[in-house]
Each structure stands twice: as structure tokens, then as C-alpha cells.
């Protein structure tokens, strides 16, 4: 799967701000990703967000 930052990627789970869309800070082993509802930062294995990816939006 080609992902690359700056993606919006949409999520299965919801976050619990509503926010299904997060952007693509940094990819690697450990990708880290910024909730776009309430711009917080998580740090994802690469493996758990290819399970979890429901649409890749590129600008
Ligand atoms: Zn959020």
C-alpha cells in the first residue's frame, strides 16, 4: 500500500471527536497521524493503519 504525508487517509474507527479523517505527518515503521476534527497526534504502527484505512485522499 503506497502512502506518503500528506495524505488524508479515512479510518474504520471514528475518533472520539467525530473525526474519521487524519493526516499523514510522518510514514515509516510507526506512522504518525493528526486527527483532522481536533488536530491530535497519535503514533501508529504501519500494519495496524493499512488494517484500519477505509479511503486515501491525495491533494
Ligand atoms: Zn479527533
Known sequence: ???YVGDIITMKKKHP???QE???LR???DFKLK???CGHLIMVP???VEKSIREI???
Open 1 to 3: 500500500m503506497d502512502l
Open 17 to 19: 471527536c467525530g473525526s
Open 22 to 24: 487524519w493526516e499523514i
Open 27 to 29: 510514514t515509516g515503521a
Open 35 to 37: 486527527c483532522c476534527g
Open 46 to 48: 504501519r500494519k495496524l
Open 57 to 59: 485522499r491525495r491533494a
